[in-house]
């Protein structure tokens, strides 16, 4: 079956005769199988095409609880282009597993002003064959306020990308942010801009009114004060200078706190159990930290330095999903 769940012949067993459905064609022979059909083997109320000829056949019943399987890979699908006013705007779209549920997220910026709004809601994924050509969002809100209303239904389309599948947002095309998001490959992937060659300075020619001053470019070696002239015994080379003398340099500004190390790291249950990551030292507000990289991609889909990057309000409704809050 399409969600690769398998059936048996043996499961399709009439439930007025008792006949067991056979393979005619060898290991190869099928049979059309409808929803419906399969929803009447759990109920067993399955029938046989005999006798479903001599009794009128039930209509199948809604499918429920049936599972939908997703085949579009869950995560953070990120892309930014040209936006209005020659500006840039960014989009992010993640697909969460529990629920069907999708993140939407809007970022413009121009030369004098920025925005961004957050919508949540439901996604399906629309088919031709086996292939997903249409991902369809509906907004259900926007929790923190501004932003499309509810019921607007988005259209992504997919394409395929060189490893996963690419949706297209209103244009922009938003790649899956595995590992190394597509978006820095690309930056780097770019030729760095050659610096141009230093150009001679031509060499200033001394006129009249440029003569050195009497003494200009010599080692001084007296002074005119308003006594006459003395001998001068100690030239001050210190108070002009930038250079600093080790008494007088400036205290060294305090380390960065360093990050957890591979010993330090404990697992979400751990990090969520205050007798266990309390006695161990770890900083209550940076408890993500403390996850391993791998662990850290799977509970958030995204890698700890673009979290970083987040704004605190996702940051934090992040940790609050997981409890680490």
């Not at 869950?74 to 779209?93: L, R």
């Not at 629920?99 to 629309?126: F, M, N, P």
Request: proline share 6%; hydrophobic share 35%; with cysteine.
């Amino acid at each position: 079956m399409m969600n690769g769940s398998h059936m048996h012949w043996d499961c399709f067993k009439c439930s007025s005769c008792g006949t067991a459905e056979k393979a005619s064609g060898g290991a190869a022979s099928s049979m059309k199988l409808l929803r419906g059909k399969v929803e009447q083997v759990k109920e067993g109320t399955y029938k046989c095409a005999n006798c479903l000829s001599g009794s009128p056949a039930e209509p199948p019943k809604p499918a429920g609880d049936v599972k939908v399987t997703r085949s579009l890979p869950f995560g953070t699908y990120y892309g930014k282009g040209d936006g209005p006013d020659g500006g840039e705007i960014m989009y992010s779209v993640r697909l969460i597993e529990e629920g069907d549920q999708c993140w939407l997220d809007r970022t413009t910026k121009t030369a004098i002003d920025s925005g961004s709004w957050h919508a949540e809601g439901k996604y399906v994924e629309e088919r031709s064959g086996d292939k997903v050509t249409c991902v369809k969002f509906t907004v259900a809100g926007t929790p923190f306020g501004g932003g499309p209303e509810k019921g607007k239904v988005y259209e992504f389309a997919v394409e395929k990308g060189d490893t996963n599948e690419v949706l297209v947002v209103e244009g922009v095309k938003c790649p899956l942010q595995a590992g190394v998001p597509d978006i820095e490959i690309e930056e780097m992937m770019k030729a760095t801009p050659a610096v141009p060659e230093a150009k001679a300075v031509p060499k200033a020619e001394v006129t009249e009114a440029s003569q050195p001053l009497p003494g200009e470019g010599q080692a001084t070696k007296v002074m005119a004060g308003g006594h006459g002239v003395m001998e001068r015994t100690q030239v001050d080379t210190v108070s002009h200078s930038v250079v600093k003398t080790p008494a007088e340099a400036a205290p060294a500004a305090p380390a960065a706190a360093a990050g957890p190390t591979s010993a330090d790291f404990l697992s979400l249950e751990e990090l969520k159990d205050t007798a266990v990551w309390k006695p161990k030292g770890v900083d209550a507000g940076r408890r993500e930290e403390y996850l391993a990289d791998d662990e850290f991609r799977k509970t958030f889909g995204t890698t700890k330095a673009e979290f970083a990057k987040l704004a605190k309000w996702k940051r934090d409704k992040e940790k609050k999903a997981h409890g680490l809050y």
